[in-house]
């Protein structure tokens, strides 16, 4: 605890500009992080948080460029409203997790041989754990009885969402998590980054006018993280001529940058 105090100290002191980059880079969220590698490819001073903790913008370069930094991921509706799927996939995945190993824990439930297991999302997919967990209880012990030939099976577990089992002779657990297979992220890869761009750009303008009179230039800044998601590769991504004719650059920012953040290029510029 006497750590992360000293650490809030430092950071908050009037001498904040000049403390170690080390220090201040473990305040950084991973997007943050991302950014500040690759200012510092451009800038000679670069700043983070200059007007205190959590106050926009997230960076000032040069003391007069301010720069923004938002994520920019896959957006899908759950329960009518949308979140990026990179929240959902790592919810997902604890949920699961936690239901296979009370199926491997229910001895009534147990099978000769172990089972691999896929999570499949389909349209307006939802995620509730006690309606999954009941709904496994209730077929699994029919579904293994029934797979006689050693196929595998699949089960609906709720609206828009499928357990496939496949079976297999590794493994330490009867049935153990193998993956996510999300059938509404493919072939929209285009039209995904327009939504997430435009979301981000109406997000952080509502925080810039705190503070735009400030600073001579703005920037936004955008961490790819829908990329991987579709088909991870962005060698292989020959949409970003289309998606450049989707975006329309609103007069609050001087710049908006799409990052690589696997190598900090620049992947989408305008």
Known sequence: MRHIASLVDVFSSANANQCDNKIVQLLMNPDELVADKYLRQIFGDVKYEPRGPSTAPDFLCDNRVAVEVRRIADLTSVAGKEVESHTLHMRLIRVTKGILLALCEDHTLRANSNYCVWVRMYEDRQVNKKAWLARLRQHLPYCIAGDIEGDGFEIEVCSGVTFAFGPVSYGEQTYFFKGIEDFNSGG???????????????????????????????????????????????????????????????????????????DMSTLLEY
């Not at 952080?204 to 790819?224: F, G, M, N, P």
């Open 188 to 262: 929209v890869v285009a039209g995904s980054y327009v939504r997430s761009i435009s979301r981000a750009i109406t997000e952080k303008a509502t925080k810039q006018i705190h503070y735009r009179k400030l600073y001579s230039e703005h920037w936004l800044l955008l961490v790819d993280r829908l990329m991987d998601l579709h088909i991870g590769s962005r060698e292989d991504f020959s949409d970003l001529e289309i998606v450049r004719r989707g975006l329309t650059r609103p007069d609050l920012w001087d710049r908006v940058v799409v990052i690589n953040p696997k």
